[in-house]
């Protein structure tokens, strides 16, 4: 007759090896990877300010910015500024 065992679960590793190290605290591998964010968190920053920059011009001529634009100048003067079209660019423009 077989016996009716029931199965047992699986040892855990290193439970009983008592010279086992301890797993490395959790905040020393936070502050390591914090310190390795900022750089390029910073970098990150400066490519955006710097595409910000090179883009502005074409950025400041489609519709909505050139209404913004115009809102803002003609709030601060008496009359209205009215343009009929601009064109905007480091390398553009008409020269004649």
């Known amino acids: 007759m077989p ?3 029931p199965p047992q679960p699986l040892p855990e590793p290193n439970a009983g090896d008592a010279n086992a190290s301890p797993p490395p605290p959790a905040a020393n591998a936070e502050k390591k990877r914090r310190r390795r964010r900022w750089p390029f968190v910073i970098a990150g920053i400066v490519v ?3 595409l910000l920059g090179l ?3 074409t950025l400041l001529s489609i519709g909505p910015a ?3 634009v ?5 709030d601060n003067l008496d009359g209205k500024l009215e343009v009929a079209d601009w064109s905007l660019g480091w390398n553009s423009g008409d020269h004649g």
Do not use: K, Q, T, Y
């Not at 115009?70 to 003609?74: A, E, F, H, P, T």
């Open 70 to 74: 115009l809102g803002i100048v003609n």
């Open 48 to 50: 955006f300010i710097l």
């Open 3 to 5: 016996e009716n065992n």
């Open 55 to 57: 883009f502005a011009p």
């Open 66 to 68: 050139r209404s913004m």
